[in-house]
């Protein structure tokens, strides 16, 4: 019950953030917290896939990072997640409950206006 509550709350979220919009030169700003693990500029992998491209894409197939890939994530991808802004809202504000059993080490950001701005620069082409 409370795990169908609190998605139901990220979904909220979730689709608010989505339709706020957002600024890409804010949403690098953010990204600079996830560039450790993960690039969205170019296609070259990290400790994490690459983004470029992600909005729109299926979860777990980015071919250079198939072989690395929790089963969770593929799982996920092969259920139909696909990551659009809302799904993506509720993964970046929560990516254990998105995706329980992914391997990614970020517990998520807390801040709607952050969620927005990273996803606007995520579909920014070219980055600013």
Not at 28 to 53: I, Y
Request: glycine share 10%; with cysteine; aromatic share 6%.
């Amino acid at each position: 019950m409370l795990r169908a509550v609190l998605s139901a709350s990220l979904l909220l979220v979730a689709t608010s953030v989505a339709e706020a919009g957002g600024d890409p030169v804010l949403g690098k700003h953010v990204f600079n917290r996830c560039m450790t693990c993960h690039e969205a500029a170019t296609d070259r992998d990290k400790v994490g896939p690459h983004l470029m491209g992600v909005v729109g894409r299926t979860a777990g197939i980015a071919e250079s990072f198939l072989g690395h890939y929790s089963e969770a994530m593929k799982s996920a991808g092969a259920a139909g997640l696909v990551w659009d802004e809302a799904n993506l809202a509720e993964y970046l504000k929560s990516p254990k409950l998105k995706v329980p059993g992914n391997r990614m080490a970020f517990s998520g950001l807390s801040n709607n206006d952050d969620i927005a701005n990273v996803i606007a620069y995520l579909k920014a082409d070219p980055k600013p």
